[in-house]
């Protein structure tokens, strides 16, 4: 949704009542004209971003002044609510946007600022969203401006939380529509009927009971939420700031038990009956960087970010295997494609070379045992041109699976690159035996 969504918002609100003082001749259609044009001019140089909560990236303790206590929503902020980022440095931070109340729904623009009066040019120039994701990771630079506005879709509206995460710090910031609270607030208010028996009649009375929560109770409510506390997270690429799946293992830095946890980019991932602050998470993913950091928790949501190889890096698959002299793919290799076509999937903004390699550069003759099978059981010529082949056997099956052709390319090396030039065992003579995958762009 873009910037012109929020005039029509109001232009629809009063024309509603504007047209039906039409319709009963209260007011002239030309005075409506005037009226109409007011509203859209005055929402176009007042729209709710002139007055947004600036954050300070990377996060300082000037941040905990927004999340000591609670916002309140300003009559400006009823249809958004906004922040202002403003990059001092080169830096890195995870965001997620939360509804207060589970029944409400918000959506979460993101604006990068280029200049001039960036609320007019909302309205006016109608600018569009860099992103519309509830949650991500972001890549700044030093100077970069960036609008965050959310905006209320459905539900009452009670308000949302907002959390920034860097390697450093947690904050959450909680903002809160006052009207919801109002309502929301209000004491429990239950109807006795109470009997009051007389010589003529029985007379029925309704009387307000206030029922409160004395401190003990409350103390008992809390320690209640903090023994079912669940923490949720997400594993996130960096380069792309989606969600990708990943095995987790979780131990709390103050002692406990080992949990090797599963999170998919879908649902992400949960640890129920959670207390502890600090944890140290290790995640091995293939085509990722190694993961092994000790994270402080303050909210009950985290983002974990996972950096892919970059660009000119190469992944060694050693598990790919082929039927000897053959580009017939064993059995056993389905599992190392199916780890080398998720991350493909992930990292849609890169190209590959897919290389094969094989022990020595000699002639190959047909095997005789395969002899009553297919041609590709019944290869004959160069190591080079068998690595070849073996290249295009995995891209087919990548672009089976869904992997623009485009994005792929092979190329057979032979025994042009071995590992090990002169192998004196099989053990060594199979790390010749390979596919390489090359990110080129």
Not at 18 to 39: D, H, P, Q, R, T
Request: hydrophobic letters at 35%.
């Amino acid at each position: 949704m873009n910037g012109s969504h929020y005039k029509h918002l109001i232009l629809s609100i009063d024309l509603g009542i504007l047209f039906e003082m039409i319709i009963n001749k209260k007011i002239g259609c030309f005075v409506v004209f005037l009226l109409a044009v007011f509203i859209v001019d005055a929402q176009e140089e007042h729209p709710d971003c002139t007055n947004p909560k600036k954050i300070v990236l990377p996060l300082t303790e000037e941040i905990d002044k927004l999340t000591q206590n609670e916002i309140y929503y300003e009559p400006e902020d009823k249809y958004t609510y906004w922040y202002k980022m403003e990059v001092i440095d080169d830096y890195q931070f995870s965001y997620q946007l939360e509804a207060i109340n589970k029944n409400d729904e918000y959506e979460l623009l993101i604006y990068k600022y280029d200049g001039g009066n960036f609320c007019n040019d909302l309205v006016n120039k109608k600018k569009k969203a860099i992103s519309n994701d509830q949650g991500g990771t972001m890549n700044v630079k030093k100077g970069d401006v960036y609008y965050f506005g959310i905006l209320h879709l459905a539900g009452y509206g009670c308000g949302h939380q907002f959390t920034l995460t860097d390697e450093n710090k947690n904050a959450t910031i909680k903002a809160i529509q006052n009207e919801c609270v109002e309502e929301v607030m209000e004491p429990l208010v239950i109807e006795e009927i109470i009997e009051e028996v007389t010589p003529d009649t029985i007379i029925k009375k309704k009387e307000k009971v206030v029922i409160k929560e004395t401190p003990k109770q409350q103390d008992e409510i809390l320690e209640e939420k903090k023994k079912n506390l669940c923490l949720k997270g997400w594993v996130v690429n960096s380069n792309t700031l989606e969600n990708i799946d990943a095995n987790l293992v979780v131990i709390p830095v103050s002692g406990g038990v080992l949990q090797q946890v599963q999170s998919t980019n879908k649902d992400g991932f949960e640890l129920p009956n959670f207390k502890e602050q600090r944890i140290v998470v290790s995640i091995e993913k293939f085509g990722y960087e190694t993961l092994q950091d000790t994270l402080t928790i303050n909210s009950d949501t985290i983002r974990i970010t996972l950096n892919p190889i970059k660009i000119g890096e190469k992944l060694v698959m050693h598990k790919i295997y082929f039927h000897p002299n053959t580009y017939v793919l064993k059995q056993e290799s389905k599992q190392e494609l199916a780890k080398l076509h998720q991350f493909m999937k992930e990292n849609s903004n890169y190209s590959f070379e897919i290389q094969g390699h094989t022990n020595g550069n000699r002639n190959i003759k047909k095997m005789q045992q395969y002899a009553h099978l297919g041609e590709e059981w019944n290869f004959k010529g160069t190591a080079k041109k068998l690595s070849k082949y073996r290249a295009e056997k995995i891209k087919k099956y990548l672009v089976k699976n869904g992997i623009d052709e485009a994005r792929l390319r092979t190329i057979g090396y032979g025994g042009d690159r071995m590992i090990i030039d002169k192998p004196k065992n099989m053990k060594q003579a199979m790390q010749n035996i390979r596919v390489e995958v090359i990110v080129i762009q």
